[in-house]
């Protein structure tokens, strides 16, 4: 993403989800942690729950999935997380945000350290997820003048509303990939400010599509195409506030 003085970031994830194919051992979260301890110092673990949808000639289903553990390995500051799953690993940063050229070695680590421990037959899901929290100031605001990804209302509808939330999907490589963008109100830090959710996600939408060997390369495509999106979706305007002195 592009470096700014006080950027919006609140959390940055790369996430990958390794094939059924793929031999997991219950230590390899064990594993990590001790080639990697003295980064990551902090361990936990967390209870995950998964509601899965099914969607049928009969209608929508939703499935409970059995609850997943998953190991957490943290830097002191606890900004810097890994987080290993039965074939998942989660790579993430919370805000401050680094920067790519900080946030990017940190993935490459994991994943390759990862492939220490197993050999990572293919690979269902690989996302880069950014999320930013934008507040600018004014209870209210003129979208436009921020946003060029802001909601349309039709002359015949209220201009003025309290919440919203628009998204889209936009396909690459084929529909290989997808990128989604989602915009949302929400509770500013300061009540004097508006606030706004941005997220971007880039994920792989057709399984072992990338190979293992090149997914550090797809991560590197994925930011580059987020970063454009996420320039993409702001003014010249909103750009002045995030190098703004505070």
């Given at each position: 993403?592009?470096?700014?003085?006080?950027?919006?970031?609140?959390?940055?994830?790369?996430?990958?989800?390794?094939?059924?194919?793929?031999?997991?051992?219950?230590?390899?979260?064990?594993?990590?942690?001790?080639?990697?301890?003295?980064?990551?110092?902090?361990?936990?673990?967390?209870?995950?729950?998964?509601?899965?949808?099914?969607?049928?000639?009969?209608?929508?289903?939703?499935?409970?999935?059995?609850?997943?553990?998953?190991?957490?390995?943290?830097?002191?500051?606890?900004?810097?997380?890994?987080?290993?799953?039965?074939?998942?690993?989660?790579?993430?940063?919370?805000?401050?945000?680094?920067?790519?050229?900080?946030?990017?070695?940190?993935?490459?680590?994991?994943?390759?350290?990862?492939?220490?421990?197993?050999?990572?037959?293919?690979?269902?899901?690989?996302?880069?997820?950014?999320?930013?929290?934008?507040?600018?100031?004014?209870?209210?605001?003129?979208?436009?003048?921020?946003?060029?990804?802001?909601?349309?209302?039709?002359?015949?509808?209220?201009?003025?509303?309290?919440?919203?939330?628009?998204?889209?999907?936009?396909?690459?490589?084929?529909?290989?990939?997808?990128?989604?963008?989602?915009?949302?109100?929400?509770?500013?830090?300061?009540?004097?400010?508006?606030?706004?959710?941005?997220?971007?996600?880039?994920?792989?939408?057709?399984?072992?599509?990338?190979?293992?060997?090149?997914?550090?390369?797809?991560?590197?495509?994925?930011?580059?195409?987020?970063?454009?999106?996420?320039?993409?979706?702001?003014?010249?305007k909103l750009e002045d506030l995030f190098n703004k002195e505070?």
């Amino acid at each position: 993403m592009t470096q700014y003085r006080n950027p919006p970031i609140i959390e940055a994830v790369c996430e990958f989800r390794f094939s059924p194919e793929t031999k997991w051992d219950p230590t390899i979260p064990g594993l990590v942690y001790g080639k990697l301890k003295s980064e990551f110092p902090i361990r936990e673990s967390k209870l995950e729950q998964e509601i899965e949808m099914q969607v049928d000639d009969t209608g929508v289903r939703h499935r409970i999935k059995t609850p997943s553990k998953k190991a957490v390995i943290l830097t002191n500051d606890r900004k810097s997380l890994l987080q290993i799953g039965d074939r998942i690993l989660s790579v993430n940063h919370l805000k401050p945000y680094p920067g790519w050229e900080s946030f990017k070695p940190k993935i490459h680590q994991a994943f390759n350290t990862i492939k220490e421990f197993t050999d990572i037959e293919g690979i269902d899901r690989a996302a880069l997820l950014y999320i930013d929290k934008i507040e600018i100031p004014g209870s209210t605001v003129v979208m436009e003048e921020y946003f060029q990804f802001s909601p349309s209302l039709g002359s015949s509808l209220p201009q003025n509303f309290i919440n919203f939330l628009i998204g889209c999907e936009f396909p690459y490589s084929n529909k290989r990939d997808i990128c989604k963008l989602q915009l949302t109100s929400a509770i500013p830090d300061n009540p004097n400010n508006s606030a706004f959710i941005l997220t971007t996600e880039y994920y792989l939408a057709q399984k072992n599509t990338v190979s293992p060997d090149a997914a550090l390369d797809w991560v590197e495509e994925a930011h580059n195409i987020v970063r454009d999106q996420f320039k993409g979706c702001i003014t010249p305007k909103l750009e002045d506030l995030f190098n703004k002195e505070v």
